[in-house]
């Protein structure tokens, strides 16, 4: 297993541009869980599913925001119509059902010019 | 969501041991207390976490107050690979209450 994998790594866009970003869990994981970062500050959560079904949204995740997880399998993390304030890492992390301890891919870093 | 506190940052020299404090005086009795830690340019990355006893893994130390309102990271002996930001996370264990809700962690810099 080679732990969870998010693609792209990078991502450059102008303003106005939808982006699409992947995460590929760990597998049997059942929990996975966005989480966006902007410099200096940690991590802020911005959705969470168990298996297929989105469970809580943040109120971070505009309507210009979505994400789906078909399956309960991988995940995609949509924004429409990026805006400058965009500009963060996307953090995906996987959980197994006993929550021992959660597992997070290295990131897509967006940037929005 | 339940908080924690911790300072800012802490300084270290190689090779002693790092003592890494945590507050959560409004965790609830189904809180776990869960230590990550991210070094630049990386996510984050589980390091242990604890319920109510001390635990002990490969990577450091869990000591937690008996009232379970604080507890402590111990690293045995820092190097300087272990120079990152480290957050302290309640994370319950029911649904949307799994989520590890982050602060602005303790920076710890580790002197050659």
């Known amino acids: 297993d080679t732990g969870v994998s998010q693609d792209p790594r990078h991502k450059i866009t102008k303003r106005g541009q939808n982006v699409t970003f992947r995460c590929d869990p760990i597998s049997e994981h059942n929990r996975l869980y966005w989480y966006r970062q902007t410099l200096g500050q940690g991590p802020e959560f911005l959705t969470y599913?168990?298996?297929?079904?989105?469970?809580?949204k943040s109120r971070l995740l505009s309507d210009r925001f979505s994400a789906e997880r078909p399956k309960g399998s991988f995940s995609t993390l949509e924004i429409q119509r990026t805006e400058q304030g965009d500009s963060a890492m996307y953090l995906c992390a996987s959980s197994p059902p006993s929550l021992t301890e959660a597992f997070f891919g290295q990131g897509t870093r967006l940037t929005v010019v | 969501d339940a908080k924690t506190t911790q300072p800012n940052s802490m300084e270290s020299n190689e090779e002693e041991p790092v003592h890494l404090p945590c507050n959560h005086s409004?965790?609830?009795?189904?809180?776990?207390i869960h230590w990550y830690r991210q070094l630049p340019s990386q996510g984050p990355e589980y390091v242990i976490h604890?319920?109510?006893s001390n635990v002990n893994n490969r990577m450091a130390s869990l000591a937690i107050a008996e009232d379970r309102k604080s507890s402590t990271l111990i690293l045995h002996r820092a190097t300087l690979r272990d120079a990152a930001v480290y957050y302290c996370i309640l994370r319950g264990y029911t649904g949307a209450n799994s989520k590890l809700t982050f602060g602005k962690g303790i920076t710890l810099s580790v002197r050659p």
């Open positions: 599913f168990q298996n297929e079904a989105q469970l809580e």
């Open positions: 409004t965790i609830s009795g189904t809180d776990y």
């Open positions: 604890g319920l109510t």
